[in-house]
Nanobody, 116 residues
Framework: QVQLVESGGGLVQPGGSLRLSCAAS????????LRWYRQVPGKEREWVAH????????NYAGSVKGRFTISRDNAKNTVYLQMNSLKLEDTAVYYC?????????WGQGTQVTISS
């Protein structure tokens, strides 16, 4: 079955960096576009970035463009989110996502907290 497991979250000061990972299994990883989302309590889940199966194309939400970088290692079935110049408003639970055969799959999420 499809599984997505995020890791790498934590507490960081403003201006700091974190690298999130999402380990995937149960599907042909290199064939699918992968996405990162984030969610703050009481708000809708927000799309952050995505990367195509080959890794050749990426796209970012305006709020993170120039600060976050999505990448993938198809040999390791893992997608990453490098987050630099972190801001207070980046605080959220971060989820990875894949859409396969008309269904969304989500990981359990990893908490990212930006605080001084």
């Amino acid at each position: 079955q499809v599984q997505l497991v995020e890791s790498g979250g934590g507490l960081v000061q403003p201006g700091g960096s974190l690298r999130l990972s999402c380990a995937a299994s149960g599907f042909t990883f290199s064939s699918y576009l992968l996405r990162w989302y984030r969610q703050v309590p009481g708000k809708e889940r927000e799309w952050v970035a995505h990367i195509t199966g080959s890794g050749s194309r990426t796209n970012y939400a305006g709020s993170v463009k120039g600060r976050f970088t999505i990448s993938r290692d198809n040999a390791k079935n893992t997608v990453y989110l490098q987050m630099n110049s972190l801001k207070l408003e980046d605080t959220a639970v971060y989820y990875c996502n894949v859409f396969i055969q008309m269904r969304d799959y989500w990981g359990q999420g990893t908490q990212v907290t930006i605080s001084s």
